[in-house]
């Protein structure tokens, strides 16, 4: 089992900035032989896929619409995963969750996901 733990989130301004970082743990997981995902939960909608970096290479892959003001990297030596989130807007509101993914190319569903953090909070003000 691994164990996430996410950070970072905050009350921001529209057309700010924050970055996120989902940090992993576990007694018998290898970090680069999984892939990390963000989800995002805003109030009465559905959990939506944000992006994720792939196992092995860390390569970042994005949800629909996520490229362009979100950006993902990977930190093998702090098993650690970010999201740097960029000119923020008031619908980016949500709680923040990562998630491990055993598989192999670009999991985005909840169900490819198995281990989930408690998530962060984060709010933009307009």
């Known amino acids: 089992q691994v164990q996430l733990v996410e950070s970072g989130g905050g009350l921001v301004q529209a057309g700010g900035s924050l970055r996120l970082s989902c940090i992993a743990s576990?007694?018998?997981?290898?970090?680069?032989?999984?892939?990390i995902g963000w989800f995002r939960q805003a109030p009465g909608k559905e959990r939506e896929f944000v992006g994720g970096s792939r196992r092995n290479d860390g390569t970042p892959y994005y949800g629909n619409s996520m490229k362009g003001r979100f950006v993902i990297s990977r930190d093998l030596a702090k098993k650690t995963v970010y999201l740097q989130m960029n000119s923020l807007k008031f619908e980016d509101t949500a709680i923040y969750y990562c998630?491990?993914?055993?598989?192999?190319?670009?999991?985005?569903?909840?169900?490819?996901?198995?281990?989930w953090g408690q998530g962060t909070q984060v709010t933009v003000s307009s």
């Open positions: 576990g007694r018998t997981f290898t970090f680069s032989k999984v892939a």
């Open positions: 998630a491990r993914s055993d598989l192999f190319g670009d999991p985005q569903t909840m169900g490819e996901f198995a281990d």
